[in-house]
T-cell receptor, first 116, second 112 residues
Framework: NAGVMQNPRHLVRRRGQEARLRCSPM?????VYWYRQLPEEGLKFMVY????????ESGMPKERFSAEFPKEGPSILRIQQVVRGDSAAYFC??????????????FGPGTRLTVL | DQQVKQNSPSLSVQEGRISILNCDYT??????FLWYKKYPAEGPTFLIS?????DKNEDGRFTVFLNKSAKHLSLHIVPSQPGDSAVYFC???????????FGKGTTLSVSS
């Protein structure tokens, strides 16, 4: 049973370009979470999605960032007009049910975004 | 505001000895706590969890202790092995129950 898959593993963008990060959850998981880890920091929650719905985006910057989890295909985290401060590791996690049910979140290997 | 604090950025232990990693939190809506382990260039891996109905949960060499009155939990690894060298994150659900809040992590180094 494949784990959470993320691609690309490494992404380099110049300031002003767009970054698209993809996440395929574990089989049977319909809950997806995106976290960001800045250097020397812990993981910070960005957004929580279920199929075709954004449940909580309170951790996501109001501008330039968006996320989706379509009926078919992977979840996408999109960053428009990237700036150097967006350089970080972005992790996706999935779970079968929700955090409320104390269900375990399983993480992907992350995408390391570098903005030049 | 919920906070999770891991006040020791690093810990060095000799192989075979006990490693104790600590975590303090400000408040917990769901009384459920988790530890994750992370190797460089990999995602965090779930290690062990505990709910407030217990004050201890054990899984092999790993034991988590919860002191609710002190809002403190600790992870004990015994005996420590070089392969345990990693960053350990303490986490708990946010108040909305929509995500996890993580501490900054403690880097454990186990020398042989």
């Amino acid at each position: 049973n494949a784990g959470v898959m993320q691609n690309p593993r490494h992404l380099v963008r110049r300031r002003g370009q767009e970054a698209r990060l993809r996440c395929s959850p574990m089989k049977g998981h319909s809950h997806v979470y995106w976290y960001r880890q800045l250097p020397e920091e812990g993981l910070k929650f960005m957004v929580y999605l279920q199929k075709e719905n954004i449940i909580d985006e309170s951790g996501m910057p109001k501008e330039r960032f968006s996320a989706e989890f379509p009926k078919e295909g992977p979840s996408i985290l999109r960053i428009q007009q990237v700036v150097r401060g967006d350089s970080a590791a972005y992790f996706c996690a999935s779970s079968r049910t929700s955090v409320v049910n104390t269900d375990t979140q399983y993480f992907g290997p992350g995408t390391r975004l570098t903005v030049l | 505001d919920q906070q999770v604090k891991q006040n020791s950025p690093s810990l060095s232990v000799q192989e075979g000895r006990i490693s104790i990693l600590n975590c303090d939190y400000t408040n917990s809506m769901f009384d459920y706590f988790l530890w994750y382990k992370k190797y460089p260039a990999e995602g965090p891996t779930f290690l062990i969890s505990i709910s407030s109905i217990k004050d201890k949960n054990e899984d092999g060499r790993f034991t988590v202790f919860l002191n609710k009155s002190a809002k403190h939990l600790s992870l004990h690894i015994v005996p420590s092995q070089p392969g345990d060298s990693a960053v350990y994150f303490c986490a708990l659900p946010n108040q909305a129950g929509t995500a996890l809040i993580f501490g900054k992590g403690t880097t454990l180094s186990v020398s042989s």
